[in-house]
C-alpha cells in the first residue's frame, strides 16, 4: 500500500468512457455471458478460489465501476476492468479515521464499494477486485508484498496486497489498490521497461524467488510470488490500522485516477493533476470538505473523519 496523492498519470486510449465518481458512465467493451463459476474440473491451489459472489453482486459491482460483463476472461477484458475500477474506486483510508472496523470477507469489502460507495485501502480494494475476477472466470492468486519508504528500506510482511491474474493469453500483475500506480495491469513475463499512463514499470527479479515492481526507476514494493489467503492479511490490516508507525493513521487521504491525470484530497488540501498540469486548494470548511469527497470521489459521510495530529 502507498498513499502517494499527485500521480501525474495521463488516461490511455481504452474502450470504456468514464464520467466522475457519482456520474453514470458507459463503457464499450464486448459485451454477453461468461460462466459465473471457475471450470468444474479446475482445482484450485492456495490463494486461487472459485467463484465467491453471486450473479447479482457481479452485476451490480459492474454498474458500479462503468464496465460491461466481458464474454470471456481475456487479458483485453482484465485491461478494461482494471482501468475502470481505478477510475471509479476512489484509493482512501477514511475508516482509520472515522473508527470503523475494516473486515477482510469477500461479502464486506464488496458491499463497502458497492453498496456504501466507498473505496479503501489495498486490502480491501484489491480484494473486492479479486473477487470479482474470480466470479468472471478468471484465475486470480493473491500476493503479499512489503513496501520500499522513502528510504528505501522494506516495511513489514504482509504490507501490501497485489493480485496474479492468470488468462488464456497471459499472466498479470494487476494491482488497483496502491494509489498512483500503472493504470493497467503488467505483464508478468516481460523482463524489460513497460510503459504506462502511470509511468515506466519494471518487474525484476529479486532475491528468494521475490520479485521488485519498481516505477520510473524507483522499486515500489517488493512481491512475495507464493499464493496467500485473504485473511492472511489480517495482520497487516491491523498494522496500518492501529500502529503510530504507519503511514496511514498519519495521513488522511482519498485519491482517483481520472480521465486525464488524479484528484487527491490530503487532510484538508485538494490536489488536482489535469493535462499536465497541477493546483491545489485548501479547504477551510467542513462543508466545503463533505462537498469535495461528494463531488470527486462520491462519498457521502454522516461525520466527517477525523484530521490526524501532526
Given at each position: 500500500?502507498?498513499?502517494?496523492?499527485?500521480?501525474?498519470?495521463?488516461?490511455?486510449?481504452?474502450?470504456?468512457?468514464?464520467?466522475?465518481?457519482?456520474?453514470?458512465?458507459?463503457?464499450?467493451?464486448?459485451?454477453?455471458?461468461?460462466?459465473?463459476?471457475?471450470?468444474?474440473?479446475?482445482?484450485?491451489?492456495?490463494?486461487?478460489?472459485?467463484?465467491?459472489?453471486?450473479?447479482?453482486?457481479?452485476?451490480?459491482?459492474l454498474r458500479h465501476i462503468g464496465a460491461e460483463r466481458p464474454m470471456e476472461p481475456t487479458a483485453q477484458a482484465l485491461r478494461s476492468l482494471h482501468r475502470r475500477h481505478l477510475l471509479s474506486v476512489p484509493f482512501e483510508n477514511l475508516s482509520i479515521h472515522l473508527g470503523e472496523d475494516i473486515v477482510l470477507?469477500?461479502?464486506?469489502?464488496?458491499?463497502?464499494?458497492?453498496?456504501?460507495?466507498?473505496?479503501?485501502?489495498?486490502?480491501?480494494?484489491?480484494?473486492?477486485?479479486?473477487?470479482l475476477l474470480r466470479s468472471l472466470g478468471y484465475r486470480v492468486t493473491l500476493l503479499q508484498a512489503r513496501v520500499y519508504d522513502e528510504h528505501g528500506e522494506l516495511g513489514i510482511p504482509y504490507d501490501h496486497l497485489a493480485l496474479r491474474v492468470d488468462t488464456a493469453d497471459g499472466v498479470w500483475l494487476a494491482?488497483?489498490?496502491?494509489?498512483?500506480?500503472?493504470?493497467?495491469?503488467?505483464?508478468?513475463?516481460?523482463?524489460?521497461?513497460?510503459?504506462?499512463?502511470?509511468?515506466?514499470?519494471?518487474?525484476?527479479?529479486?532475491?528468494?524467488?521475490?520479485?521488485?515492481?519498481?516505477?520510473?526507476?524507483?522499486?515500489?514494493?517488493?512481491?512475495?510470488?507464493?499464493?496467500?489467503?485473504?485473511?492472511?492479511?489480517?495482520?497487516?490490516?491491523?498494522?496500518?490500522?492501529?500502529?503510530?508507525?504507519?503511514?496511514?493513521?498519519?495521513?488522511?487521504?482519498?485519491?482517483?485516477?481520472?480521465?486525464?491525470?488524479?484528484?487527491?484530497?490530503?487532510?484538508?488540501?485538494?490536489?488536482?493533476?489535469?493535462?499536465?498540469?497541477?493546483?491545489?486548494?485548501?479547504?477551510?470548511?467542513?462543508?466545503?470538505?463533505?462537498?469535495?469527497?461528494?463531488?470527486?470521489?462520491?462519498?457521502?459521510?454522516?461525520?466527517?473523519?477525523?484530521?490526524?495530529?501532526?
Amino acid at each position: 500500500m502507498d498513499a502517494k496523492q499527485a500521480g501525474d498519470a495521463t488516461a490511455a486510449t481504452d474502450t470504456a468512457a468514464a464520467t466522475t465518481a457519482t456520474g453514470t458512465a458507459t463503457a464499450t467493451t464486448a459485451t454477453g455471458t461468461v460462466a459465473d463459476t471457475a471450470p468444474a474440473d479446475a482445482t484450485p491451489a492456495p490463494g486461487v478460489t472459485a467463484d465467491v459472489l453471486e450473479p447479482g453482486r457481479v452485476d451490480a459491482y459492474l454498474r458500479h465501476i462503468g464496465a460491461e460483463r466481458p464474454m470471456e476472461p481475456t487479458a483485453q477484458a482484465l485491461r478494461s476492468l482494471h482501468r475502470r475500477h481505478l477510475l471509479s474506486v476512489p484509493f482512501e483510508n477514511l475508516s482509520i479515521h472515522l473508527g470503523e472496523d475494516i473486515v477482510l470477507t469477500d461479502e464486506a469489502l464488496v458491499a463497502k464499494i458497492v453498496d456504501r460507495h466507498r473505496g479503501g485501502f489495498c486490502y480491501e480494494l484489491n480484494g473486492a477486485f479479486a473477487a470479482l475476477l474470480r466470479s468472471l472466470g478468471y484465475r486470480v492468486t493473491l500476493l503479499q508484498a512489503r513496501v520500499y519508504d522513502e528510504h528505501g528500506e522494506l516495511g513489514i510482511p504482509y504490507d501490501h496486497l497485489a493480485l496474479r491474474v492468470d488468462t488464456a493469453d497471459g499472466v498479470w500483475l494487476a494491482d488497483v489498490g496502491f494509489g498512483a500506480h500503472s493504470l493497467y495491469p503488467l505483464a508478468f513475463d516481460e523482463p524489460g521497461d513497460q510503459k504506462d499512463p502511470g509511468g515506466v514499470f519494471r518487474i525484476a527479479q529479486a532475491s528468494n524467488g521475490d520479485l521488485d515492481i519498481i516505477q520510473n526507476g524507483r522499486p515500489e514494493y517488493r512481491l512475495d510470488q507464493r499464493p496467500r489467503e485473504l485473511a492472511e492479511f489480517r495482520v497487516g490490516a491491523w498494522y496500518h490500522r492501529s500502529s503510530p508507525d504507519s503511514h496511514f493513521t498519519r495521513s488522511l487521504v482519498c485519491s482517483r485516477s481520472t480521465e486525464d491525470g488524479r484528484v487527491t484530497l490530503s487532510g484538508r488540501k485538494l490536489k488536482i493533476a489535469a493535462g499536465g498540469e497541477r493546483r491545489s486548494v485548501v479547504l477551510e470548511t467542513e462543508d466545503e470538505r463533505r462537498a469535495a469527497y461528494r463531488e470527486h470521489f462520491g462519498i457521502v459521510l454522516d461525520r466527517l473523519p477525523d484530521l490526524p495530529k501532526r
